[in-house]
């Protein structure tokens, strides 16, 4: 049977006319300050630098004495080691241990004067308990062997019982370690410096590069448009280049007349142009060769019939530069002796 039930609709809801409250400019301008000084100190590392700065400002002067003493006898111990590698006998490598032990032993001793470790007398002797401080401090393993087996022994010991190849290559590894821990602060503000200067050195070298590419670039571009204009020289001697071409291999001009009178050089514009400004860059690789081509004139025409002269020069010259600011379709220098005609470049700028 059909039910007699009628379902209720459900009432629509009315569109709401509440408006999402614009987020305040004093919000988003903290915002964007936070972002600034959080890629301000990614990149710089101030306050990190400051805390390395003031820790190592902390450091006494007997402890920077001691580290400088452990430097050094690691090096000594380094070069001694390095010679005797190619020594088939192991006993060769007694005398670097003895420079290990003090290398060790100095390290040691500048960590726990940093902890503020009182020492009695100039030259203080490590100890187990002194061994033992800082081998919990820096992490090192295997600090009761290294101490038994090897810091509290005289270095007579080694003689009876020489070590191995990689026995030194541990004992070195274990001195360097606790070098580096008792120059930590330094060795930390220097790796500061090399991130400061990648992070900011890179990209700035790579702008650099990048605006001087694209100098460069807009350069070519340039010179290739000012250089593109077919040419016509009177004669040719063979070598050179071919015609709009200006630039060719091995070669220190782009044509070269033979010895003839007045020789020439013309290009055509294509079609009239207001000429702005034309650069003559002449041949200079030979004593003589500036000489040759003065005097020269410069020349325009419309109908390449009638030829009007707009500039003169008489003296020799590498560069000769002409504001010119007439219309014209060609455009021709000319020499007003006998002599040989070539130019390195002609740079014409049209509008």
Partial sequence: MPSNERHAESPERAPSTEQQEPI???????????????????????RRAGALRAEASTISDRAKVFTDRARRTLDAAEQLVHVQRAEADS????????????????AALAILEQQHQSFRGAEPELTGVGWQTVCTEVGLKGSNE???????????????????????????????????????????????????????????????????????TSYREVVARETAFPWTASSATGDGCVSPSQECAEARYFFHTREENQPWIEFDLRRESQVQSVKIGNRNDCEYCPDRAIPLVAEISSDHQHWTEIARNDKAFDEWYLKIGKKARWIRFRSLKKTFLHFRQVRIRVE
């Fill in 24 to 46: 305040p400019k004093t919000k988003v301008a903290d915002h964007s300050s936070k972002i600034r000084r959080s890629i301000g100190e990614w990149v710089w590392q101030g």
């Fill in 91 to 106: 006993a060769a490598f007694v005398p670097a241990v003895g420079l290990l032990k003090a290398a060790a032993s100095y």
């Fill in 146 to 216: 290294l101490w038994r087996e090897w810091l509290s022994q005289p270095v007579e010991k080694f003689w009876d019982v020489p070590p191995t190849r990689s026995r030194m290559n541990e004992l070195l590894d274990v001195t360097s370690q606790l070098i580096r821990f008792a120059k930590r602060a330094s060795l930390k503000l220097d790796a500061i410096w090399f991130r400061r200067t990648y992070r900011i050195g890179v990209p700035v070298i790579l702008a650099s590069v990048g605006v001087g590419l694209f100098a460069y």
